[in-house]
């Protein structure tokens, strides 16, 4: 009886050690931050998320085009350079998804980026900075 309860303590004990002695699970790399935008003129819209890559910023949204609409993205650099664009090219009465890599092909990408959406006769712009 003696020699069962010793084997069976012995294989407790290498198990738990096997366990402690695992080597831990692997660092996962930081999320790269995002930040979202939306832009409306009268019933047209542009909203979605700016993903600020190492040399790129990811852009995904919903593009809501009343009448004929353009929208375009500009990645600019620190000292206010432009790195790079992206337009839509005319839309007219639509909706649809886009998902797009802006260029920023510097080191630590973009510092900022110009969304504008051209709605008909109205033209708004705004810009985002990188968090």
């Not at 069976?8 to 695992?22: D, H, K, N, R």
């Not at 995904?60 to 620190?78: E, I």
């Not at 009465?93 to 051209?118: E, H, K, M, R, W």
Request: charged content about 10%.
């Amino acid at each position: 009886m003696k020699t069962h309860l010793s084997a069976a303590l012995g294989s407790i004990v290498l198990t738990a050690g096997a366990l402690l002695g695992a080597p831990a699970a692997g660092a996962q790399p930081a999320p790269y931050p995002s930040t979202h935008f939306d832009l409306t003129i009268g019933a047209s819209s542009v909203r979605g998320t700016l993903t600020w890559r190492d040399r790129s910023v990811g852009a995904a949204g919903t593009h809501r085009a009343v009448g004929c609409n353009r929208l375009s993205f500009s990645t600019y650099g620190p000292s206010g350079n432009e790195l790079g664009t992206w337009s839509s090219g005319t839309r007219c009465n639509v909706t649809y998804q886009f998902n797009t890599a802006l260029p920023a092909d510097v080191p630590g990408g973009a510092a900022s980026v110009s969304i504008c959406l051209d709605a008909n006769t109205a033209l708004k712009c705004e810009w985002y900075n990188r968090p």
